[in-house]
């Protein structure tokens, strides 16, 4: 006599996915094939080191070279190089005070600008994680932003 075995429960439905969802698994599987071909290509070129910590350190100064130039050309650019659409998003308050905060950060360094709303936005939620939730704006001081 043989036992069926109840315990195993059937697959998972998946749900569909929007087009959306659809086009970014897409692209993201093309990345993902994209890294397998550049790993690919850079092997070679590792594999015939003598050791791994020169591999190491040819792959480190490589991306170290990359990522100093890429900064570099990151540095240069302000706010007004970039573009920043807000179309898609509704009327409303909060909209209307980033198109305001992006026109008046348009002649600054697009990093700087940033990493400054940066700061704001973790004061805010270092404010909203405690007791000032549901409190007005006029309990927070320019002075808790800037050091």
């Known amino acids: 006599m043989t036992k069926k075995n109840s315990s195993k429960k059937s697959p998972a439905k998946r749900k569909p996915l929007s087009k959306a969802e659809l086009l970014e698994e897409m692209a993201k599987q093309v990345r993902v ?58 009327a409303s308050d909060v909209k209307d005070a980033v198109q305001a905060l992006v026109e008046l950060l348009a002649p600054e360094s697009a990093t700087d600008a940033s990493q400054l709303l940066q700061v704001f936005g973790k004061q805010f939620t270092l404010y909203s994680a405690n007791k000032y939730l549901d409190n007005s704006m006029d309990v927070i001081k320019m002075d808790d932003f800037i050091a």
């Open 33 to 90: 094939e994209h890294q397998k071909t550049l790993a690919k290509a850079i092997w070679p070129i590792v594999a015939k080191l003598p050791k791994i910590y020169d591999a190491q350190t040819a792959v480190n100064a490589a991306a170290g070279f990359i990522q100093a130039e890429l900064n570099k050309k990151t540095e240069e650019l302000k706010v007004s190089d970039l573009t920043v659409d807000l179309s898609k998003e509704k």
